[in-house]
Nanobody, 117 residues
Framework: QVQLVESGGGLVQPGGSLSVSCAAS????????MGWYRQAPGKQRELVAV???????NYADSVKGRFTISRDNAKNTVYLQMNSLKPEDTAVYYCNYRSLVAPMDYWGKGTLVTVSS
């Protein structure tokens, strides 16, 4: 079992910045991918950014150049720095942990990010 605890999020004005973090605990396999997905009202959940344990990253085209994902393997924590936020970034942001050596795929409860003036 893996528990994911997200923090951060909240209300920010367009053009502003916000960061969210996610700490994983439990049975953590070192070879894994952690990341962030988001779901806006009435839409499907979509990839925002993911990062491998080795540091390789992948971003959705809509956030490239504005969002930065990073991780601290010693703390089993993944971070998402969001800059130049737009109203269309408004969504519930979910943390995900997926092991690449075991059938383990876990989600956090989500944290709401609202971009509005």
């Amino acid at each position: 079992q893996v528990q994911l605890v997200e923090s951060g999020g909240g209300l920010v004005q367009p053009g502003g910045s916000l960061s969210v973090s996610c700490a994983a605990s439990g049975t953590i396999f070192s070879i894994n991918v952690m990341g962030w997905y988001r779901q806006a009202p009435g839409k499907q959940r979509e990839l925002v950014a993911v990062i491998m344990n080795g540091g390789s990253t992948n971003y959705a085209d809509s956030v490239k150049g504005r969002f930065t994902i990073s991780r601290d393997n010693a703390k089993n924590t993944v971070y998402l720095q969001m800059n130049s936020l737009k109203p269309e970034d408004t969504a519930v942001y979910y943390c995900n942990y997926r092991s690449l050596v075991a059938p383990m795929d876990y989600w956090g409860k989500g944290t709401l990010v609202t971009v509005s003036s």
